[in-house]
């Protein structure tokens, strides 16, 4: 099902899992139309939903309030935590497998092998968030879980990195049975997505444009990534990088005397896209942070680096 990004198409996922669904007929009968006026949508139901701790911010409102209560299951150098997560009592479970958000960490094939057989043995439903899979840099692309077991994996998954945010242009592929609820939900939200964008990503699809502008985009990205790797390296090597092999981000570990908050600010200053991860832990962990660089060209990296080195607070 075509949504407005993975924002969407979690939140109308999350509510068609908690079981907020239209009742009674299809939502184009007019009986049933006529009947849900008189008598108002039933109350929302709730499902306890797993997120990986640290995660994406942004992501945990809108969550909430399609009717998760959330629990935190940490993330280690293999990825989520299985044996967490079983002992959560979570029925639904969201992950960023192909690359954790935001430590960068790949879900180790064990791991991912554990996580179906506790999704397949517990009727749970794992939430792929597929974000940022079109760039990988120094390794083959990661399979996607879905196909390992696609009764149990809901992808989502959007253009928002391989072409534009602001196009708020996305995708759920659920098993039929859990589409049709999220179509239904759909259809009490609004009237669908609009169509035009989607033809012309359609036809940027059908001519070979899209995997051009990816192959492009990725050697552009990695250009990027390696000039601030480099940078990072030479000018503040007390920070530690890690999850640079994919994405348009990496994150960076500080010493654990260094402010974080500071870090930020003044990273700030000096025109990096920068973000603490203080706020996306529910554990205490090192300072660090989330440092993007899909807008930050090769030929700048040295130099903001340089002057970050000169003004960071220490
Ligand atoms: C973890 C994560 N998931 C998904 C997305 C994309 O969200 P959307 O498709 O709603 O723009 C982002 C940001 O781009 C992200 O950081």
Redesign the pocket.
Known sequence: MIVG????GLHLTVQALAGRLPQGRAAHDLDWFVDRIANPAPRPGRVRLAVEDPT?LR?LPLLRAAGADLVAVPVDEEGVDIGALAASGARVVLL?PAHQ?PTGVVLAPCRRAELIEWAVATGATILE?D?DAEFRFDRDPVGCLQGLAPDRVILVG?V??SLA?GLRL?WVAAPAEVAESVRQVRGELDLGSPVIEQHALADLIRTGDYDRQLRRMRREYRARRDALVRALAEHLPEITVHGVSAGLHLFAELPWNWDEFSAVETAQSCGLAVEPVTPMRHAQGPPAMVVGFARLPPHRADGVIRTLAEQLPR
């Open positions: 990004g993975v924002a969407q994406s992501q960023t958000y968030d974000y959007s928002s990195k945010p996305g």
